[in-house]
Structure formats: C-alpha cells, structure tokens
C-alpha cells in the first residue's frame, strides 16, 4: 500500500498569487482542498468525503472571493467539516499541523465545535442554521457590527421542521443579511433525497416563505457568483439552491457515477478503501497539475506521510446492530403488528434486511424524528406496534415531546437508539449520545436498556415486545465490538436484574452495554494481578433496579462502582444509588461517567480522556477500596 | 349573580330533526354547541373560548354532514376541546352529565385525551396532528377499512416546525385521505398571528409543499363544503384554510370587535367575567331562538344550575411570575446584554413591561421553541445573554437537541419555564409539566431552580444571570398562590443548600416551589397536633444538592421525605437520594411525586389524586416514621 500524500500549505498561497481569473482559481483551490480534505479523511479513518466535495467549490468562493471581514459563513449540515477544515488550513487561520489531526483528541472534531479557530458555531446536530444566523445577525446589529451570514445546509436536513419553522421569522423581522446556500447534492445517508422524502419544488418553497431564490450549478462558479450578487442585494433573506454532485472531483465517489442498479451512496461517512483513496488523491493532484501546466507554472509538490496501519483485534468482535437487525426481522415475520421506522438511517440501523423482506412495514420517515414519533403513535393507537429507529443523540431530544405525547396515549411503542453511547468518538459531541437516559426518564411506563453483547439482543428486544407493558427505548452500541466476556448460560432478562459477568468479592462493579462492560472486565484483570477481586455486573436495565437484586449484589462486597456510559447526571448509576438510598444500602458507592461535553478523538482516546478505559476504571476501584487516593 | 344554564341533550335532538337545510341546520347547531361550550368553560372557570367559537362551524358541519361513519376528525390544537365535546355530548357520544365536569377530576380534560370517548389523539402538544393522522391512515389501510382524516389545526400552530415537517410525507407517500383544515383565526395566544410571526401567503406554501388548497370563509357553511368536497377528490393531501372569527358567535368575544387600540385579546384563556358570561349566554340563546321562531317551532328549553361561589383564600396570595417579569427588566435595566425571548406567551410570562421598555431587547418568536433557543444560541455566541420563555411543557422536551447544542458552546442563556408542575390541574397532561427537571439533566454545566415565593425570584434570577457560570433553568408556577411561610431572614441563595421554613426535629421534608412547600407546612400544622414534629425545608436548587447541608438537614431526624411536584424518576429526590448514596447517609428516605401520567382536575382535586396535598403527606411522614403503614 502507497503512502498518503497531502498538499503543503505553502502551495496554496503559491496558487493564490496565480495569475488566473477568480472563477478557474477557486476551483482550482478547491480541488486542492479536496485532495487534503480526502487525505485526512483517510488518516482519520473516517469522515464524509461525499458532502465534503460536493460543497467545496461553493465554500471556497465564499472564503476567497465572496466574503468580506465581517461576514460569516457557516454550515449547517456540519459534516462537510473536513471540508472547511481544509480552506482553514490553506488560509492559515488554523494551524497546519492540524491537518495530520482530523477526529483525534485535540485534533479537529468530526463535526464543527467553536473550540476550533474558525468555527462559528457548533452544529451535526441539523436544521439549526438559520435560526443560529438569525441570532449571530440581531447581535451583529446592537453590536453596531452589521454583516452578511452565508449558512451552507444540507438537502437531506431540510427534511427537519427547525428549518422550516425558522424562515418566517427571517422575513418577518428582516434579515437580508441571511443567505442560505443549499448544497444539493441528491444523496442523503442512505439513499437520494428524492426516494427518501423527496424535497418537491424547492424554489416554490422558499418562494412562498417569501425569500429570495435562485437555483444555479453549484460547481459553475460565474452562475454561482451571480446568484449571490443577486439575492443579497434583494431586500428579503435569500436562498440559492445549489445542484452539486455529491462526490464532486472524485470521479468514483462522485453520485452521477453509481452504476444504475446501484441504490445505496456509499461515500456519505465512513473511508474508501486504500485503493480508492489512492485512486482519488491521484486523480485531483492530475486535474490540479493540468491547470498548473496550462497555467504555465510549475507542478504541485506535495508532501508524503506513512499510513498508519490499524491494528487487527485480537478478541472476538461482535456486532449488536446487524443481530438487532436479525432479530427484529424474526419478530416482525412472527407478529404481523410489529412496523419498522426509519429517519434515513437504515443501512446504520440494520434494517436494509426488513425493508427488503416486509416493505409494506418499513416506512422511511427521512430526517424527520419528530414526524416519525407521531406518526408511531398513529399507528400504535390502531394497535400496531411501531419501532422507530435513529441515532440516540437524535432519538431522545429532538422528538422528546412526541415521545411523552404518545405515552400519554398509553399505546406501546418501541424506540431503538443507535450509535449510544460516548464511543465512536470521531463525529464528536453532536453525535455522542450521552444524555439519552436522563431526557427519557419521566415518560410514563417507559423501561429503558441496553444490550452488552450479540447475545443479549434478541432476548431484550422480546421484552420489550412481548412481555414488558408500555413503551420502551432500547439502547444500542453502533461499533464492533472486542468483547471477552460472556453472559451466563441461562440467561434470561428480567426487569430490574442483572447478571454477573465475572466473580470477585472485594468490591463490585455495575454497568452496562459492551465498551463499559469490557472495559471493566479488562479492570477486573488488571486488579487481580494486585490480588483485588472485582465482580463484574451487567445490568441492562438503565431506569430500573430491582432493590433485592442491588442488595444481593452489595451483600459482600466492601465498595459499589457505577460506571456510566453517559453523564453521571441522570444515569444508570444515579438511579443504582437512589435505589440504596431507598433501600438504606449503606455500602460505600462512588459513580463513574461523563461530567462535561464529550473530546472528540480516536476510541481509545476519548475512552482514556473521561476516565473511562480499564485503566482509569481499576484506579476509580482502588480509590473505592482505600488503595488509592 | 344570575345563575348558568346550559341546552339540554333533548333541544338537540328536536333541532336535528327540524326540516332546515344542512347549511342553516349546522349553524344552528353550532349556536348551541356554543351555548353549552361556554356554559363548560363558566362553569369550570377556565376554557378556550375563542378557538372553541372560532371552529364550531367547521367541527358542526365536519360531524353531523360530512363524515361517512369511519371518516375521523380530530383537532391538532387541542385546545378548542370544550368546542368538540359539546359537539359530543349533543350527539350523544359523551354521555350529557359530562357536561357539568369540564376539567374536573373524572371528568373532561382540558385537552384531549384518548380516554374520552370520542377522542382520537391526544393533542394539546402542537404541530402533531398531520404526523398521527398519517400514522392513523396506514394503520386503516392496513387494516383494509381505508378512511378520510380531517385535521383541525390552529393558526398560530403553524409556526409548529414539526407541521411542516410533516406535510412532504404525505405527499411523497400518496395520502390523499388527509385533509388539513386550518382555522385560522387569526389571534394567537397573545397578539394577532400577524404581529407575532405572520404566516406569509398561506395558500402558496401550501400548494408548493404539494397539497391541494382552498381557502374559504369558515363561517360560510356551503363554501367550506365546496370546498371540503374538492379537496377530498383530489388525488393528494388536501388542505382547506378557513377564515374564520376568534370568538365567533359572541359579539364581546369576536375579534373583530376589539378596539383599535387594544392589542392582546382576552378571551384565548381562562374565563370571562361573570357578566360577560351571562351577556353572551342570553346573546346566544336569541339567535338560536330567533332562528327557532323563523322555522315556526317552539323556543329553547334550557336547564338552570346555580353558580357555584368561589372561595376567597384566607392567607397572602403570592403571585411569582410578575415579580419575574419586574426582576429580569430590573436586571437588563443593569445588563445590556440582557435579551428577552418569547415564544407566545409574553402575557403569561410577565413579559409585558419587558417588551414596553426594551422593545430592541424582545425577541417575539411565535410558537417556534426550537427557533427561539437556537437563536439563543447566536446571540450568546456574540456575547449577549438570552433569557428564553415557554411553558414548561414545552420548553423542556420541543427545543432540548437546542439547548443541549447551545451547552457545548460554552456560552450562557437562562431558560425560563412557567407552568411547571402538577396544578394548574385544569389544561391536562399536556400542559402539567412534571419531566423537566429529567429531560433538562446531564446538560453540561446546566443548573435547575424553582423559587418557593415572590421573595425568592430575584435571588435565584440574579444568581443565574450574574454568579452562574453556565446555563441555567428557572422552574415556575404559573398559579398566583396562598403562602403561609416566610424565607429566612437574610435567606440568599446558594448553589446546592436549602433553608427551612419550619422548624422540626421528628423528621425532615424536603421540597421546592410554592404548591408543595405550602402543603408541606400545612402537613406539619397537621402533625404538630398529634405531637409529630416536621421540619419544612426549601431546596430550590432541583438537580444539585451539597452533602454537607444534606447531612446536616439529616443528623438529628429520624426519616427524611422528598416532595416532588415532577416525576419521582428524575426528579429533585432522585438527586437527594443519589447524594445520600454518595456520601453513605442512611436515614430512612421516602421519595414522594408522581408516577404515572398525572390527571386533569381543579387544582386541589389533582393533588388530592397524585398524593401529593397536606393530608397524603402528613400520612406519607407518619409512615416514614412507622407511625402509619
């Protein structure tokens, strides 16, 4: 495998002293980004490549040639990150060495976060831009600062009710100075827009909003310049719908170049192979080299970096979500009730299989938790049994309000968050779901848990089904997973109780899903080298603990360990010591899990930087036995 | 004060078989439906009247001539509910003596509810109703007994983002049995739509999300058939926007009759005047009688029922939300990065002055939470502080991706959440906000209080705004309050510790807020007779408590009891109790609050119900201290 390459800042403003005109020097910028931005996208090992490239040329004209000092431009959509990460670093407002450090820990976050120099605004969290923008404009105004705000969305996220609930009030109370650029690029997570909840007229809906609109090629610089002269000039905010390929200047990620049969996009997250990366950086720094020569100046000199080789697992690796998937399938074939929701996350979610099998009960609801929540509770009140599906940074706050609504209604529901959890730690805090549990407690008879291993899966989801009366959020953990442990042979789940993973008697450790549980086992090894005995607990419940369990649990043991993968406030062990309190458990606690806003960075990293890696965790157990301070 | 009356079930019954046309019949009976709506609303002292005037025409003809027996209708807003269940009770499917028990313990909720018969959704939360419908129209395909659903909605409501969010669903997955009929009256809960965020051109967003539009005069019974007839042909969802009156059918009640020079219509809440009442009963019971006359039958037979006297209170009533409203102006007076922002309800929050004074620092942003938080957001980039108001209800769960979004930018908004708690019993679960001390949990840095009285607010305010390092969330009662108890003298406030109200050295109680700390003392009047000595202790702090103040409070008692009016999962005892785990303190602890969905009732009648007045926790602290079982 070649080595990675990538272009040295002094390259860009080699380029940027070009004699070109402005329109053919922005794209050629651009795809000089672009062969960064896929160069750190392969050493990071993952990012999204394919809305990166296909917002970049609109980026870089705004950066180099559109905006003036005071203006801002942010995006919306947030994981073309890399994307502007790379125009940062090629105007020297961040750092260069910054290039090598994409989605590691005090690197640059997978999704923007204003800790970063040139970050406006935190978003991954999608549909929030214009009402950002329209806050950023009113205090530019007091500020006696007035500016123009540019915010760069997504196709796919105009899907979310937020976006449409915040134009009015930019025409209501006036802000020309609000541009919205749509980067549509017809492909969202899964599949085109189009399929999953197709946009309609788009122009006709900003129209009717009241703002200015124009639809141009977003890769045809001279119509793109033109559009924007002409919408901020108008008196309203203005809009310019971009048609971009998603991909652009790549020609194998590029859309337009799937084969016909082919539905799935598969450049949206995540890291070409090797070969392709190759493939790709050669085939921009060719394009580049082209305009270089015509140009009549000298070719691109890049610099070469070592890849990195990824260390193969020693352990077992198991993957929940595909037996999620399974497993709700065979549900769904035994009782006829059971329908799928998706909110454009299917291929994420496992549920490509069921779609195939049962169309008529997959109903694909695109960005849109809130409608797919109620449209669940429509259902489960003519006495289907809905399952609805997302990301569980998504899954518990944007529809929280649906979700109590439908409790209310006390139908049965069943809420599937994936990607829970503070691992993956690449995406950063918009996507690391640590307050699911917290922000669905209080929802009338919800029973919440999470999964440990593929063999915990199907009988959990049968609870939730079959036995348990009332609606239920099950927590799920996105990554393969190492896993050395075992369930008990046995095992059956019941609500409130747990199960012992591995024995000890010195103190007792409880948790929950497959990081924090292997983790702990890894602590239990570590210690028993010391000759300190640590008992490992499942508990899957995360609301709920069965107090004769709890005391079973504590009886001989010297200290209790929480560990929560999620805030500390709120979480599983908060409920654990409620329980004690309840109970007038007296048995010495202390309670691990996230205090402040997730790092971003590699698994590991992040594991390690909250104190959550077996490390920190057998230290946490020492303290709690007096062996440590 | 003459007595009420209201049209018996028979009158109904007689008009229906009267030989008019559908059109007249159906104003007809609209008129009565009127009569007996506000004869709820007088009754129960408080109702919408003029969303519930506005759309009895529609309601009338929708369910005595349009629908076919499996057609449904239901109202997304919710809240003109008295308007549909005196629909129900005329048609016989309440039964009539319901009629007397409108937002009464057992008897009528103040919004939807699934338990009423007749009721298809629970509504009340804005913005859902196209989402369940499409839910409800696959579950009866499904089912194979195909229907049509005709939505009612609001005006204001379609600032709602999740409304627009669920409108290309509908048409991207063929639900031509949908039909959206808007009501649109034009006033909202404060000031016209049209002040507050205007709607724009309604028919032209409507028809460019694909649906078939019309737009009519919703009092003019043969033009909303017309054109509830073509948009039901149509092959697609269909949408008719009704023109209609607020208050319709009163006079003193229409909208249009409002002064130019008055601005906030008074009749959205609440209850009018006794003889504001009276006036528009015998205005009602003329025209129906003159149209009686006209048809040469006999007059109306109505049925009396004396007025029930309202008990004056004996003690000081304090009124929290005002000294609010006078605590935050006083403190923008000082800050000038102090911004006032509100989602329609400027009146309930005690905005009124706040927006005469600093119009440049209010932020109106309509039924929009997600809008206004993350617009928040853009101003607290720029260094402003934001204050954001809602219900609690609303607030906590609709805008909480937002607020979590705005935490990890490290920046400070306060978030002020009226309506909190348990009582007002009156509006229904919809509106009785006991989760957000749950849902607001785990975000970073994020700090929960509730005052207990008017002497409270602007120590917890200030503290919020000027010693808080993070954001803050100000928990209120809406309800104006007997208070028998007295802060400390030189009370101020401190993160995590709490004051007591009463002394007591039997046992310990600790709460918050102005409902519960009342009937706490008053518990302890009750157990000091039979020599059980309670001591009161106001903990206003709802998600922090410091261990020293605790283990003080706890030394010398013997039990300790946690008051919630919220859930008891997530609640402040949670946190007490957690706290006690942590610090290994053992007093036997008993954690009162709610548990399932709480019920609508007069307020006294809810507390009652949940357990939670001074009889049921005087009975709850003798069985903590074994006195009871």
Known sequence: MADLFYIPKAEFDRVRSLDLNAADKALLFADMCRLNCLYMIAKAGSGH????????????????????????????KGHDAPALYSLLLAQGVLEFENIHSL???????????????????????LGMGVSKAKGLARAARMDGKPCRIFVLTGDGELQEGQFWESLPGAVNQGFPEITVI???????????????????????????????????????????????????????PG????????????????????????RYYRFHSGCPTAELVDEGLAELRERIDDVLRVAGVAPLEVA??????????????ERLVPAYGRALLDAARRDRRIVALDADLRLDCGLVDFERELPERFIECGIAEQDMVSQAGGLALRGYLPVCHSFACFLGPRPNEQIYNNATEKTKIVYMGNLAGVVPGGPGHSHQSVRDIAILKGVPGMLQAEPCCEAEVPGLLEHFLARHDGPAYLR??????????????????????????????????????????????????????????????????????????????????????????????????ETIAAAMADAGLSTPLLRLGLTGTPPCGRNDEVLSAVGLDAGSLAQAVRRALGLAD
């Open 239 to 262: 809009a310019v719908i971009a048609d971009t390929i998603k991909g652009k200047g790549v020609r194998r990620f590029e859309h337009t170049t799937m084969p016909d049969d082919e």
């Open 476 to 573: 799920m953990c996105i990554l393969p997973c190492e896993i050395g442990f075992e369930l008990p042979a046995g095992y059956v789940p019941e609500t409130g109780r747990g199960c012992v993973l591995r024995e000890g008697n010195d103190a007792v450790l409880i948790s929950y899903g497959p990081v924090m549980l292997e983790q702990a086992c890894r602590a239990a090894e570590l210690l028993a080298r010391e000759g300190v005995s640590l008992r490992v607990a499942n508990l899957p419940w995360l609301n709920r603990v069965d107090p004769r369990w709890l005391a079973d649990m504590l009886a001989d043991v010297r200290a209790l360990i929480t560990v929560d993968n999620h805030y500390i406030e709120g979480g599983q062990g």
């Open 304 to 317: 070469w970096v070592a890849r990195e080789m990824v260390a193969t697992p020693a352990g077992r690796i």
């Open 182 to 236: 749509v980067d549509h690029n017809k492909f969202q997570s899964d599949v085109t827009v189009a399929e999953t909840s197709d946009l309609g007229d788009l122009e006709a809906k900003f129209q009717a909003f009241g703002w200015e609109v124009r639809r141009v090629d977003g890769h045809d610089i001279p119509a793109l310049a033109k559009a924007l002269r002409e919408v901020t000039a108008a008196e309203r």
């Open 49 to 76: 490549i394919g809305t990166s490239f296909s917002c970049l040329d609109i980026l870089t004209w705004l950066h180099l040639f559109e905006m003036n000092a005071n203006d801002i431009a942010f995006s919306s």
């Open 103 to 125: 989605r590691r820990l005090g690197g640059l976050p997978g999704h923007p976060d204003v800790d970063t120099p040139g970050i406006v605004t935190n978003t991954g969290s």
